[in-house]
């Protein structure tokens, strides 16, 4: 019985897992799987990004030019960027793929869940080029830029959120030099649902 059990399941169990490894670290899925709401037992949670390396974020679209900013009189949820039809959108951070397909408005669109607590999100791709459940490190190919969903033109609609709720990308991300701003921001929840952020000073 043993012995059938080796010379008929094992080659099977041997391919299934070469194909089924996941190329992340298990510790870096329960960081997400932890994230995925930040606040579940606290009001506010705390992401150090002054010590990111180049491995541990990603410009979502390089060279990119930011049409349109976060908020303003017609309130727009996200930051429009835009380089050339075409181009490759790319994940901002390691984590997971928890949405991939049309999405209203959005067009083509892609959710990323982060460990820090964060998601983000690609839309009016031409393209996705991820599914969920797919795990993907930070600078990865996302989707291609286009035009899918309620879009004026080529560009990408990136958006910075916690649970949901998008907030100003600019946080996070200097769109003039395609940086990382390199600090430690807290993130509250106030009394009303809505989010707080505040910088803390880097020791
Ligand atoms: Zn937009």
């Known amino acids: 019985m043993l012995l059938q059990f ?6 099977f169990t041997m391919v299934f897992a070469q194909d089924d ?17 930040p606040f579940a037992n606290r009001d506010q949670f705390t992401i150090n ?34 380089t050339f039809a075409g181009d490759t959108t790319r994940a901002a951070f390691p984590g997971e793929v928890i949405l991939s397909g049309p999405y209203y408005a959005y067009g083509n669109c892609v959710i990323l869940r982060h ?10 791709h031409s393209r996705n080029l991820v599914k969920v459940g797919q795990w993907l490190q930070a600078g ?51 009394k009303n649902g809505t989010l707080k952020f505040s910088s803390a000073k880097v020791e």
Not at 21 to 37: C, G, L, N, S
Request: hydrophobic share 30%; net charge negative; aromatic share 10%.
């Open 6 to 11: 080796f010379i008929f399941h094992l080659p």
């Open 21 to 37: 490894t996941p190329d992340i670290d298990e510790w870096q899925v329960m960081r997400v799987e932890a994230a995925k709401d």
């Open 49 to 82: 990004f002054a010590n990111y390396t180049v491995e541990e974020w990603c410009y979502p679209l390089p060279g990119a030019k930011m049409n349109s900013p976060y908020g303003g009189s017609r309130h727009h949820g996200g930051t429009d960027l835009q």
């Open 115 to 124: 460990a820090n607590g964060l998601e983000t999100m690609y839309s009016h």
């Open 140 to 190: 990865d190919p996302v989707g291609l830029e286009g035009h899918t969903g309620r879009a004026t033109g080529d560009h990408l609609h990136f958006e910075t959120r916690v649970r949901g709720r998008s907030f100003d990308s600019s946080r996070i991300f200097d769109h003039a030099n395609h940086t990382l701003i390199r600090q430690i921001v807290v993130v509250s929840k106030q």
